[in-house]
């Protein structure tokens, strides 16, 4: 069985749910960022602390990711996302419960952990499903899942925690990954792999020895994401304690910027598959990057109103 065994409609809906689980585990993931306005005005927690609370779910995230990548490879995606999405529902309501703010940080630990399954999962979705010349756009689509959630998240979390506080905002991202486990449960079809007795030997050799393209490629990704992962954790308690914006006026500037970078990732998607190189576009892309980042710090310098 290969790509072709399923149709065009039932390709895209794995692409649509694949998008739709990992949008729900960025909600939890980078969610936490949009508590740190509360965090300080009622909490009394200084920027410091409020920012390594709102990075627990990611270090949870790095400590798993192997891990769960290592179970699909076992039991196929299906299982891995919908126990995934159900366990970070699960720690996200737990941190909903509890009072203290150490109890909170250690169940956003381990919802993280837990949130790491549709990383390792979704993306094997897609790729299995998808033919070569289709992945550049598939996996383009479904990298705005990051925006996407950080979008909503942005949306919807700062105006809970600023109206009924740290708990119920919370809630969301446990709901949202509920009906992500439903989704996952019900509508997830494994793609074919065959195996490993079948498999030549080229497609089971370790890609990291020979060759160190792999180790480039993470090494580049990490510091793509170092930038993406600050703007999106502070930019929202910087335009409301610097620039004096309200919670619903910042929220709605991040989900915005979000947007326009989901249709980003999709656009440099297709541009990978028209050129035929995943590579090269990156080169552009970590350019433009670097001169953005540049500009921002300029015009903050500078007290710019840009």
């Not at 630990?109 to 399954?117: K, N, R, T, V």
């Not at 991040?254 to 970078?261: E, H, K, R, S």
Request: glycine share 10%.
């Amino acid at each position: 069985m290969g790509t072709a065994s399923i149709g065009t409609a039932r390709r895209w809906s794995m692409l649509v749910i694949a998008l739709t689980a990992t949008t729900c585990a960025n909600v939890f993931i980078n969610g936490a960022a949009f508590l740190i306005p509360t965090l300080r005005s009622e909490h009394g927690v200084d920027l410091a602390a409020a920012g390594l609370l709102a990075a627990m779910p990611s270090f949870g995230l790095v400590l798993t990711l192997i891990a769960w990548g290592w179970l699909v490879d076992r039991v196929g995606e299906r299982i891995v996302l919908t126990v995934g999405s159900a366990l970070t529902a699960a720690f996200a309501f737990g941190a909903a419960s509890v009072d203290s703010l150490f109890a909170v940080g250690a169940f956003l630990l381990l919802g993280g952990m837990a949130a790491a399954s549709s990383n390792s999962a979704s993306g094997r979705v897609v790729v299995g499903w998808f033919p070569p010349e289709q992945r550049g756009l598939a996996m383009g689509i479904r990298q705005t899942a990051t925006p996407l959630g950080v979008g909503l998240g942005a949306l919807v979390i700062p105006r809970l925690a600023e109206s009924h506080g740290v708990a119920t905002a919370l809630v969301f991202p446990a709901a949202v990954c509920v009906l992500s486990a439903v989704i996952c449960a019900i509508g997830v079809l494994d793609p074919p792999r065959p195996h490993r007795a079948d498999a030549p030997p080229q497609h089971l050799a370790n890609p990291y020895r020979g060759s160190s393209m792999l180790w480039r490629i993470h090494a580049v990704s990490v510091l793509l994401v170092v930038p993406q992962g600050f703007i999106w954790t502070f930019t929202l308690v910087w335009l409301m304690t610097e620039r004096g914006w309200s919670a619903a006026s910042a929220g709605t500037l991040v989900t915005v910027a979000q947007v326009l970078g989901a249709g980003g990732r999709i656009a440099a998607g297709r541009w990978s598959d028209v050129v035929g190189s995943r590579l090269r576009p990156i080169r552009s892309i970590a350019a433009a990057a670097a001169v953005t980042m540049a500009l921002l710090a300029v015009t903050d310098a500078l007290d710019s109103p840009i």
